[in-house]
């Protein structure tokens, strides 16, 4: 798998996840919690590290 997210909810559950994709880790985490509350973090192909917001299953922020 290409990159490694740190998903955390709001209960400060943490659960690191490998994916190829943004899109297909999204989905995967949505399939299995649709009204999923939290946000992700992960280091992107420009080594920059991307954190986004994500409520009751919809992305609200995204911070660089």
Known sequence: MRY??????HEE???VVRAMSWKKMLK????????FSG???YI????????KVINNGKVIHESK
Do not use: F, G, H
């Not at 490694?4 to 909810?9: K, L, N, P, Q, V």
């Open 4 to 9: 490694e997210y740190t998903i955390t909810d």
């Open 44 to 51: 992107n192909k420009k080594e920059n590290a991307q954190t």
């Open 28 to 35: 995967n985490l949505l399939v299995k919690n649709p009204k």
């Open 13 to 15: 559950k943490k659960e």
């Open 39 to 41: 946000w992700i973090t």
